[in-house]
């Protein structure tokens, strides 16, 4: 118990920006209407399953549109 006691403050601040990634890829996926590779599913199945960084970080890199 004490080990975790000793990473929480580098573990809070590393799941907030990962659940402000994750929001904002959501969000993201659920406005817009085009994609370079893949559909509006393939998109939200591989952002949650993948949800520690992987799956945003791929999304903004191989499935955003630009506009």
């Known amino acids: 118990m004490d080990k975790i006691m000793e990473f929480l403050p580098f573990l809070i601040p590393l799941l907030i920006v990962e659940f402000a990634l994750l929001g904002y890829t959501l969000y993201h996926i659920l406005t817009h209407n085009t994609y370079k590779r893949g559909n509006r599913t393939f998109w939200l199945v591989i952002t949650i399953v993948l949800m520690n ?12 549109e630009d506009a």
């Open 53 to 64: 960084f992987v799956g945003p970080i791929l999304y903004f890199l191989l499935g955003r």
